[in-house]
């Protein structure tokens, strides 16, 4: 219970921060009233929100192992037809 309301704590902050940070620039401050019905929405759902951000988090792990794969692999095929040609 503890953890879930810590959450709900650290969700409202960085909610409203996000908020405040994102809102129409051309307004003096933004309407109380989306910031705290955005901040609730995101107290509401911070458990899936971090799901969210860690399944975010694992896609870009694994699309820089990919990119990375496909680099060694093309150097090692570089350095393979540089000694065919040297062999030659």
């Given at each position: 219970?503890?953890?879930?309301?810590?959450?709900?704590?650290?969700?409202?902050?960085?909610?409203?921060?996000?908020?405040?940070?994102?809102?129409d620039?051309?307004?003096?401050?933004?309407r109380?009233?989306?910031?705290?019905?955005?901040?609730?929405?995101?107290?509401a759902?911070?458990?899936?929100l971090?799901?969210?951000?860690?399944?975010?988090l694992?896609?870009?792990?694994?699309?820089?192992?990919?990119?990375?794969?496909?680099?060694?692999?093309?150097?090692?095929?570089?350095?393979?037809?540089?000694?065919?040609?040297?062999c030659?």
């Amino acid at each position: 219970m503890l953890v879930y309301l810590c959450g709900w704590l650290v969700t409202t902050v960085a909610a409203t921060v996000t908020a405040t940070h994102f809102s129409d620039r051309g307004m003096s401050r933004p309407r109380l009233l989306s910031v705290g019905s955005l901040a609730v929405l995101a107290d509401a759902l911070w458990p899936v929100l971090v799901i969210g951000v860690v399944e975010l988090l694992a896609i870009v792990a694994v699309a820089k192992g990919v990119r990375m794969g496909r680099t060694l692999r093309s150097d090692q095929a570089q350095t393979e037809r540089d000694e065919e040609r040297i062999c030659t």
